[in-house]
């Protein structure tokens, strides 16, 4: 799986930034796909996902301020970031979770993360 992430940048409060991640994953059938992010000296944390089914997941720091869709047919997941924060300061990563087969073992995959900055 290879992922290509762009979006990220310097943004003061309450402005936004998209982000996307354009992933190509060979015969995998996805799980789900989103966004993580981490911050200086904390662990990763999950931000948004879609599921199989095309429904969708939030930290309850991103509800209501964030939105994750993505285009099948490009193979590319957004991530509109609305209303941002300081406490939104992060490496964001794109994650993939899927299986090689019906019954295979799950497997994750990381992006190799873009930085967005929230300036007071």
């Known amino acids: 799986v290879l992922f290509v992430e762009s979006g990220g940048g310097s943004v003061q409060a309450g402005g936004s930034l998209p982000l996307s991640c354009t992933f190509s994953?060979?015969?995998?059938?996805?799980?789900?796909i989103g966004w993580f992010r981490q911050a200086p000296g904390q662990a990763r944390e999950f931000v948004a996902a879609i599921n199989s089914d095309s429904t969708t997941q939030y930290s309850d720091s991103a509800k209501g301020r964030f939105a994750i869709s993505r285009d099948y047919a490009k193979n590319i997941v957004y991530l509109q970031m609305n209303n941002l924060n300081l406490e939104d300061t992060a490496v964001y990563y794109c994650h993939l979770s899927g299986r090689m087969t019906m019954r295979g073992v799950l497997e994750e995959f990381w992006g190799q993360g873009t930085q967005v900055t929230v300036s007071a």
């Open positions: 994953k060979g015969a995998l059938m996805i799980e789900a």
